[in-house]
C-alpha cells in the first residue's frame, strides 16, 4: 500500500523545536523531489521547503531560512523537516507531498504544489504559549 504519513506535530512554545517526519510505504522515497507545505486557518497552502532527487538540492521559503532544514534518511525512507526557533506564525497542519520528476518547481520564490502528485493526511503543529 502506496502511504505518506507525517508525524512529529504537536504544541510547542514559541522559540522551540519539532522535527517533522515524512515516511514513505510502497514506494522508495528517494527516487521523488520532497516537499513540505502547510496551511494555517483561514489562510492558502504555503510550500515551505523541498527537497530534490539526486544532489539533494534544497529549497526554503524566506520566512523560514535559518530556522528550518529538511533532510533525507535513505535508510529510513523518511524525509525530516527540522523547525528550530518556532514562532506563533509557524501554526498550521504541515503537508508532506512527493514530485515523480524529482525536482522542485520554484517559481518567483514559490513552491509549487504542481506536480505533487501524491500527498500525506498532515500533521498539526500548533506554536504557542
Known amino acids: 500500500q502506496v502511504q505518506l504519513v507525517e508525524s512529529g506535530g504537536g504544541l510547542v512554545q514559541p522559540g522551540g523545536s519539532l522535527r517533522l517526519s515524512c515516511a514513505a510505504s510502497?514506494?522508495?522515497?528517494?527516487?521523488?523531489?520532497v516537499g513540505w507545505f502547510r496551511q494555517a486557518p483561514g489562510k492558502e497552502r504555503e510550500g515551505v521547503s523541498c527537497i530534490s532527487t539526486g544532489d539533494d538540492t534544497t529549497w526554503l521559503v524566506d520566512s523560514v531560512k535559518g530556522r528550518f532544514t529538511i533532510s533525507r534518511d535513505n535508510a529510513k525512507n523518511t524525509v525530516y523537516l527540522q523547525m528550530n526557533s518556532l514562532k506563533s506564525e509557524d501554526t498550521a497542519v504541515y503537508y508532506c507531498?512527493?514530485?515523480?520528476?524529482?525536482?522542485?518547481?520554484?517559481?518567483?520564490?514559490?513552491?509549487?504544489?504542481?506536480?505533487?502528485?501524491?500527498w500525506g493526511k498532515g500533521a498539526l503543529v500548533t506554536v504557542s504559549s
Open positions: 507531498a512527493v514530485n515523480p520528476t524529482g525536482s522542485c518547481l520554484i517559481r518567483v520564490g514559490v513552491l509549487l504544489d504542481y506536480g505533487m502528485d501524491f
Open positions: 510502497g514506494f522508495t522515497l528517494d527516487y521523488y523531489a
